[in-house]
């Protein structure tokens, strides 16, 4: 289990340099390593770890589902959520809850511009990510 506090509402934290090291850790060759969030207000994605680039992310998350929306998941009269984040568990919906890897000689397979990106979409909070490794 891996534990990140994030700093803001909508954030990023690379994930990348802590999951090949544990890749490598693990013993296993040949195989495949499951990175999975434990929250459903959390992203992952796989893609390149560039300001401009996460910008444009939030700036495509924020306006593709807006704050100042009426969601019924706000509205007690529908909702038994208190904490009014209908706009976290709709942008999650977006991305995907898990990114599943290649492992290859005892390292991650990946492009040379891909990174493993953890989107908060309801914080600042400490989220928990799973990590399991398969192969031989």
């Known amino acids: 289990m891996l534990d990140y506090n994030t700093r803001q509402k909508l954030d990023f934290v690379n994930l990348t340099d802590t999951v090949e090291q ?12 499951l ?6 207000t959390v992203g992952l994605i796989v893609n390149e770890w560039q300001d401009a680039l996460l910008d444009d992310l939030r700036t495509v998350l924020e306006q593709t589902v807006r704050e100042d929306a009426s969601w019924r998941h706000n509205d007690p009269r529908y909702s038994d959520c208190e904490r009014s984040n209908a706009t976290s568990h709709l942008r999650a919906a977006f991305l995907s809850a898990s990114a599943f890897l290649g492992v290859r000689d005892g390292r991650l397979v990946r492009g040379t511009w891909q990174s493993i990106i953890l989107v908060e ?12 490794v398969l192969g031989g």
């Not at 990175?35 to 459903?40: A, K, P």
């Not at 979409?121 to 399991?132: A, E």
Request: avoid cysteine.
């Open 22 to 33: 544990l890749v490598a850790e693990s013993g296993i060759r040949d195989g495949f390593a």
């Open 121 to 132: 979409l309801d914080g600042p909070r400490t989220r928990s990510v799973s990590l399991q």
């Open 35 to 40: 990175v999975q969030s434990l929250h459903s």
